[in-house]
C-alpha cells in the first residue's frame, strides 16, 4: 500500500512561493499517476496537476496554469509542487494523492492513496 505524505506548506503573501514535496515509496510500480489536489474551507475537493508516474505527461487546472509546475524524482520517490505567484485565493489544504486512470482527468475519486495534507496560507 502507499502512503504519500506532503510537506512544504506555510504562510506566504501574496506573489511568493512555495515548494510542496510529496514523498510515497515505491509509487512508480503500482500507480498511474501522482497528483495534488486542494480544499479550502467550505469548498469541495478540486484538482490542481498530475503527472505521469511513467512516461511523459503533466497537467494543470485552468486556476493554476503558468504559475503551478508538478514534477517528480523518480529515485527519490517524490513528487514537487513548485507554487509561483501566489495569491490569496490559493489558500487551502493541499493533498498528494497516488493512483488515477488518466492522468489527464484529474479525478479525485480515481486516486486510491491520499497524504494528510499540507495547509497553504496565503495573505492578500
Known amino acids: 500500500q502507499i502512503q504519500p505524505m506532503e510537506s512544504g506548506g506555510g504562510s506566504v503573501q501574496a506573489g511568493g512561493s512555495l515548494n510542496l514535496s510529496c514523498i510515497a515509496v515505491?509509487?512508480?510500480?503500482?500507480?498511474?499517476?501522482m497528483a495534488w489536489f486542494r480544499q479550502a474551507p467550505g469548498n469541495e475537493r478540486e484538482a490542481v496537476a498530475s503527472?505521469?508516474?511513467?512516461?511523459?505527461?503533466?497537467f494543470y487546472a485552468d486556476s493554476v496554469k503558468g504559475r503551478f509546475t508538478i514534477s517528480q524524482d523518480v529515485a527519490k520517490e517524490t513528487v514537487y509542487l513548485q507554487m509561483n505567484n501566489l495569491k490569496h485565493e490559493d489558500t487551502a489544504m493541499y493533498y498528494c494523492?497516488?493512483?488515477?486512470?488518466?492522468?489527464?482527468?484529474?479525478?479525485?475519486?480515481?486516486?486510491?492513496?491520499w497524504g494528510q495534507g499540507t495547509q497553504v496560507t496565503v495573505s492578500s
Open positions: 494523492a497516488a493512483g488515477g486512470v488518466v492522468c489527464s482527468d484529474l479525478f479525485p475519486s480515481t486516486y486510491s492513496y
Open positions: 515505491k509509487y512508480t510500480y503500482t500507480t498511474n499517476c
Open positions: 503527472i505521469v508516474t511513467r512516461g511523459l505527461g503533466t
